[in-house]
């Protein structure tokens, strides 16, 4: 990409809006795809990307484009798809019409398999994988606020996009190991469910040890399945997975320590699954703990805990009442 050029950013949600706004913050030229809901709030409002850190920026209206019309990306050198999982070949095919033939195009989802999904629908442009380590929360009148810490990871190029991309208090990072990268985050993102169950903000879940005890017996269950597939992942946090389980099920005064040097959680950060219940659409559950199951299925193992989860998330997704507010006891008494 070269520097000037105009960074799309296609499906502005929680994601799409703090990226999109911190790079335009960082004096890059941005256009947002966004549905008209999130237009509206925006043009209400501005553009209010926050942070734990103390960040706190209005970007006033004529600074980024935004639009609902995919034309916004017709002069894009990069394009940052930020859409949910479900959503993403249907985003291919919107790229693919509207941006131009040498964009890059850039991957910040969950899961391990929306790269590979824009590879096989946009032949011949370069698709880069990604992984967003941190949370964002859409806290209304056009506040997105980034509630947990870490640094973006992108694949590394020749182009050096992810220092393209690189702005003060929105650090991306190259890796040569994306995938490895995208499975760790998967293992830590099995608490995404469980956090959108438990109806608690992620510090008061991980606060209390059932919880953990939980979120460790998921860890378990997912590095068994992944390594009999014989992949590696990395921990996007400074704890190695082999010490992740025994870790979470340590007594609460030993576990608040560790977690404090390692990472900061504001008291309001949930997982986006959370949202997604709450604001009754469809959850990420079958490209997070369904992974687990399918290889689960492939290779006869034993993956009771995702079972049950996926069994639990689909249930809350038809129910449309939001959080179903459980226990851990109560996930626990269905396996
Ligand atoms: N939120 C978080 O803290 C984190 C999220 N992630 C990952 O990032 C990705 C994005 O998540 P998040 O930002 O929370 O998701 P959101 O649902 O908040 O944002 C996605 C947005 O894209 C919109 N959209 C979908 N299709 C189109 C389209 N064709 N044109 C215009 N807009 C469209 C959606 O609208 P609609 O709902 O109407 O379809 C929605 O507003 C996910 O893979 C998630 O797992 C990763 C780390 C943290
Ligand atoms: C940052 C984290 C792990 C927060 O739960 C997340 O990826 C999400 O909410 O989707």
Not at 19 to 43: D, F, N, Q, S
Not at 319 to 335: F, K, M, V, Y
Request: hydrophobic content about 45%; charged content about 25%.
């Amino acid at each position: 990409m070269v520097s000037g050029q105009t960074i799309g950013v296609a499906g502005a949600g929680s994601i799409g809006c703090f990226v999109g706004g911190m790079l335009t913050a960082g004096g890059r030229r941005v256009a947002l795809l966004a549905r008209p809901r999130v237009i509206a709030e925006i043009e209400a409002s501005g553009l209010r990307p926050t942070s734990f850190e103390g960040f706190d920026q209005t970007i006033t209206r004529d600074r980024f484009a935004l639009s609902e019309n995919p034309g916004v990306f017709e002069n894009a050198g990069v394009v940052l798809v930020t859409v949910k999982s479900a959503d993403t070949a249907a985003m291919a095919d919107v790229i693919a019409r509207h941006a131009p033939s040498d964009v890059v195009v850039v991957s910040l989802q969950n899961g391990v398999g929306n790269a590979a999904v824009l590879r096989d629908r946009l032949p011949g442009r370069r698709v880069l994988g990604g992984m967003v380590p941190f949370n964002v929360i859409a806290l209304g009148n056009g506040r997105f606020h980034r509630a947990t810490s870490g640094d973006i990871v992108i694949e590394q190029d020749e182009a050096r996009t992810a220092e393209t991309l690189s702005v003060p208090g929105l650090k991306v990072r190259p890796t040569g190991n994306i995938e490895g990268v995208q499975w760790g985050k998967l293992l830590l993102n099995l608490n995404n469910a469980l956090n959108a169950l438990a109806d608690l903000p992620l510090r008061r879940q991980l606060a209390q040890r059932e919880w953990r005890r939980l979120f460790a017996d998921q860890v378990a269950e997912g590095l068994a399945a992944i390594k009999a597939e014989g992949i590696k992942p990395v921990s996007p946090t400074p704890i190695p997975f082999g010490w992740l389980p025994s870790l979470l099920r340590l007594p609460d005064p030993i576990f608040e320590a560790v977690l404090g040097r390692t990472m900061k959680i504001d008291p309001e950060a949930r997982s986006s699954m959370w949202e997604d219940l709450q604001h009754r659409r469809r959850t990420e559950v079958d490209y997070l703990q369904g992974v687990i199951t399918g290889i689960a299925d492939r290779r006869g193992l034993d993956a009771p805990l995702s079972r049950r989860i996926v069994e639990l998330i689909r249930r809350a997704e038809r129910d449309a009442n939001g959080s179903p507010g459980l226990t851990p006891e109560q996930i626990r008494a269905g396996i």
